[in-house]
């Protein structure tokens, strides 16, 4: 299993297809597709409420890049957000991953994280379940009754200065 420090989009929609095609993640019928979006906020206007879009939050496992030192850094914290809706038969994920600036450079630029197939696909299961949940009224399944990996272990303190995700006040909060 390799683990990527590159931000790589065609990845996770390689996945999303694979879990939604495949596995049948979704099998109601609908289309569904994967959008990236580097600018929204977990906020949603009562205007895109009233058109069905739902906001998921994710804290997922990666790896950092810094491209000027070229360090690299893992963390646990790393934030995914997801903005979701279904309407007529179409579905529409838009998702925000946010960045982690380098201790080392203090440059102010955050760096997209790369992940883990397994995190990848453990990220669009919960994803997918919340969808089941709130656009085709299933019950969610408990996996562990949080969103966090079970094989993450917290070594270092989490340096919020450095967290885009922080700087927005949506770092890895619980929304189950």
């Given at each position: 299993?390799?683990?990527?420090?590159?931000?790589?989009?065609?990845?996770?929609?390689?996945?999303?297809?694979?879990?939604?095609?495949?596995?049948?993640?979704?099998?109601?019928?609908?289309?569904?597709?994967?959008?990236?979006?580097?600018?929204?906020?977990?906020?949603?206007?009562?205007?895109?409420?009233?058109?069905?879009?739902?906001?998921?939050?994710?804290?997922?496992?990666?790896?950092?890049?810094?491209?000027?030192?070229?360090?690299?850094?893992?963390?646990?914290?790393?934030?995914?957000?997801?903005?979701?809706?279904?309407?007529?038969?179409?579905?529409?994920?838009?998702?925000?991953?946010?960045?982690?600036?380098?201790r080392?450079c203090?440059?102010?630029?955050?760096?997209?994280?790369?992940?883990?197939?397994?995190?990848?696909?453990?990220?669009?299961?919960?994803?997918?379940?919340?969808?089941?949940?709130?656009?085709?009224?299933?019950?969610?399944?408990?996996?562990?009754?949080?969103?966090a990996?079970?094989?993450?272990?917290?070594?270092?303190?989490?340096?919020?200065?450095?967290?885009?995700?922080?700087?927005?006040?949506?770092?890895?909060?619980?929304?189950?």
């Amino acid at each position: 299993m390799s683990r990527s420090t590159v931000w790589t989009p065609g990845f996770w929609l390689d996945i999303f297809d694979e879990l939604l095609y495949d596995d049948n993640q979704l099998d109601y019928g609908d289309v569904w597709c994967l959008n990236f979006n580097y600018t929204q906020t977990d906020e949603v206007t009562k205007e895109q409420r009233k058109k069905g879009w739902k906001v998921y939050s994710h804290c997922a496992y990666g790896h950092f890049q810094c491209g000027v030192c070229r360090k690299t850094w893992p963390s646990a914290r790393v934030v995914l957000l997801f903005r979701y809706r279904l309407r007529n038969g179409r579905g529409t994920v838009i998702m925000r991953p946010f960045g982690q600036a380098c201790r080392r450079c203090q440059d102010g630029e955050f760096y997209l994280p790369g992940f883990t197939q397994k995190e990848v696909e453990h990220a669009l299961v919960r994803l997918f379940s919340k969808i089941r949940k709130n656009c085709y009224r299933e019950e969610e399944e408990n996996e562990d009754g949080s969103s966090a990996s079970s094989t993450k272990v917290w070594t270092k303190p989490h340096e919020k200065s450095l967290c885009e995700a922080c700087r927005l006040g949506i770092c890895c909060q619980e929304d189950d």
